[in-house]
C-alpha cells in the first residue's frame, strides 16, 4: 500500500503545501484536515493552540492512520511540535517561517516577516531570528483579518476585494525597504503571487514549501530502505490500535474538517477545487 501523507493546518492554508508535495509525488496518498471548529489559531493563547492541535492530531491518527503527518501551520508547529513528538511516534513535519534562507539570500539584510500575531510574537520565532537572522534587520507585519479573509472569503471574491487586504502589508515592507519577504503563515501562499505583483522587482517572497517536501520524500525513503521501521510507531498503540489500523479503508486524496457546521459548502467548494474528496468530519 502506498504511504499516506496526512497534512494538518487550523484551515485550508496547508493545501499548498499539499499539492507542491503531490506534483513531485503523485503516487502517494494524501489526506487534508482544517481544524475549522477552532480557526483561526493565530489569535490563540499557547495552551489552547497546544490542547486543541493534540487533540485534532489524535483523532487524525485514529481514522487514518496516516504514516507521516505535516503540521502545515506555522503557529501550529511553533507552539506544539515538540508535545506532537513527544506524546506520538509517528513522524512529524513542521512548517516554521523560512527566515535562515531569507537572510542568507538577502543583500541588504533587511527582511521581512509576513505571519500570525502569534508567529510574530512567539519566542521561538525571536530565536529563530537570533540564531539566522542576527545580521539583519527583520521588520514583522501581523493581520488576522487577512488569514480570515483567505480562509473564508478568497475563493469567491473578485481580485479587488483581495488586493485592498493585501497593500497595506505591501506598503509596510516597501516603506521598510526590505529585499526578501518570508510568508510564515501557511495561508498566505495562495496570496504569493499577487503580492510579488505589489512588490517592486527586488522584493522577493520566501517560504518553506521545498523545504517540507524534501523532509517528508526523505522520511519516506528511509521507511522504504527499513520497512519494519515505517510499522514500529503504530505498536506503541497497543493490540486494539493494530486492529483499527487493519480495518481502515483508505480512500484515496481525502479532504476532512473538524465542524461540518461552519462553511460546510465553501469547504466542499475547496475540497473540489484541489481535487481533493471532501470526506466529513474527524
Avoid at 501523507?5 to 499548498?16: E, L, N, R, T, V
Avoid at 529563530?128 to 545580521?135: E, S, T
Wanted: net charge neutral.
Amino acid at each position: 500500500m502506498n504511504k499516506t501523507i496526512a497534512f494538518f493546518d487550523s484551515g485550508i492554508g496547508g493545501i499548498p503545501y499539499l499539492i507542491h508535495l503531490k506534483n513531485i509525488k503523485p503516487d502517494l496518498n494524501y489526506v487534508y484536515l482544517a481544524d475549522n471548529a477552532n480557526f483561526p489559531y493565530g489569535i490563540k493563547n499557547g495552551e489552547v493552540i497546544k490542547e486543541i492541535v493534540l487533540s485534532a492530531i489524535d483523532r487524525l491518527i485514529k481514522k487514518i492512520t496516516p504514516d507521516v503527518i505535516v503540521i502545515a501551520c506555522n503557529t501550529a508547529t511553533v507552539v506544539t511540535l515538540p508535545y506532537l513528538r513527544e506524546k506520538f511516534t509517528i513522524p512529524f513535519v513542521g512548517v516554521v517561517p523560512a527566515v535562515k534562507p531569507a537572510a542568507s539570500m538577502s543583500e541588504n539584510k533587511r527582511i521581512g516577516l509576513f505571519a500570525t500575531n502569534k508567529t510574530v510574537s512567539d519566542s521561538y520565532t525571536d530565536n529563530l531570528i537570533a540564531q539566522f537572522a542576527g545580521n539583519c534587520e527583520v521588520h514583522k507585519y501581523a493581520d488576522p483579518n487577512i488569514v480570515s479573509f483567505i480562509e473564508n472569503k478568497m475563493f469567491e471574491s473578485e481580485n479587488k476585494e483581495i488586493l485592498e487586504f493585501l497593500i497595506p502589508a505591501a506598503n509596510f515592507f516597501i516603506e521598510k525597504d526590505v529585499d526578501h519577504v518570508v510568508l510564515g503563515c501557511t495561508h498566505f501562499l495562495f496570496i504569493h503571487d499577487m503580492l510579488e505583483n505589489l512588490f517592486p522587482e527586488k522584493i522577493k517572497t520566501i517560504d518553506s514549501r521545498e523545504g517540507v517536501s524534501r523532509q517528508v520524500l526523505r522520511i519516506i525513503s528511509d521507511m522504504d530502505v527499513a520497512p519494519h521501521a515505517s510499522q514500529g510507531w503504530r505498536s506503541a498503540w497497543g493490540k486494539d490500535m493494530a486492529v483499527a489500523s487493519q480495518s481502515v479503508k483508505r480512500d484515496r486524496d481525502c479532504f476532512y474538517v473538524t465542524s461540518s457546521n461552519i462553511n460546510n459548502d465553501y469547504y466542499k467548494k475547496i475540497a473540489d477545487r484541489f481535487m481533493l474528496k471532501y470526506s466529513g468530519i474527524i
